[in-house]
């Protein structure tokens, strides 16, 4: 089994007039989170996880923010591209944890809601998905929303291919038989496929016949 980790982190500053939006979830609340997209720091932070997983480069290098493109950008539009990522380098996303470190609104009665979001966004069950929460103690950024997200991803086993082959060998006469019908089970018959079957090409192993089995 081959296993990855993904590690990210992020920051946005409150501001009066904005809608709050956390883990795709929208939230009652006096202020937001400013960005040039809806500021979703938490789903930032998975993103930046995700694609720090498969080593893909950071969400600022797909979405630069100066791109008037994604100003307002709900940021699930940022998600599903790392997940695609994740996806075409041959992996799976085993589970996600997250913290965020921010004074208000609390988190605690709207966590479910938040896990339940990216579970469904990312195809996880609700157990594999974590939203934790702080508050800033000492640190004077009260205005602040900070996201922590750490997750592991697992290498998608390829089914088992090819066949193995094998068959014995009792002289050079039956080897060009041997190979000949090998090379028709897998090709069809050398007629149709002009395969050729030159003696220079074949090798033939050093092994015991317990060996084949
Ligand atoms: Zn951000």
Not at 22 to 51: P, Q, R
Not at 62 to 68: K, R
Not at 155 to 181: C, F, G, R, W, Y
């Amino acid at each position: 089994m081959s296993i990855r980790i993904g590690q990210g982190w992020d920051s946005h500053a409150f501001k009066e007039g904005v809608a709050l939006k956390i883990g795709g979830v929208a939230i009652e609340h006096h202020e937001g989170l400013a960005g040039h997209s809806d500021g979703d720091v938490l789903l930032h932070a998975i993103t930046d996880a995700l694609l720090g997983a498969v080593a893909a480069g950071d969400i600022g290098t797909f979405f630069p923010p100066n791109d008037p493109r994604w100003k307002d950008a709900d940021s699930a539009v940022f998600l599903n591209l790392a997940i695609e990522e994740i996806q075409n380098a041959g992996y799976r996303i085993l589970n996600v944890d997250t913290t965020l470190v921010l004074t208000a609104p609390k988190i605690s009665p709207i966590a479910i809601d938040i896990r339940e979001r990216i579970a469904d966004m990312l195809d996880l069950e609700l157990n594999a998905v974590s939203v934790k929460a702080k508050t800033p103690e000492g640190l004077g950024l009260d205005h602040v929303a900070q996201a922590h997200a750490v997750v592991l991803i697992e290498k998608i086993e390829e089914p088992d291919h090819p066949k193995t082959m094998s068959a014995v060998i009792e002289n050079q006469k039956h080897l060009e038989d041997v190979v000949k019908d090998l090379v028709s089970q897998v090709h069809g018959t050398q007629e149709e496929t002009g395969v050729s079957v030159r003696r220079r090409t074949i090798k033939v192993p050093t092994f015991d016949t317990e060996d084949i089995t």
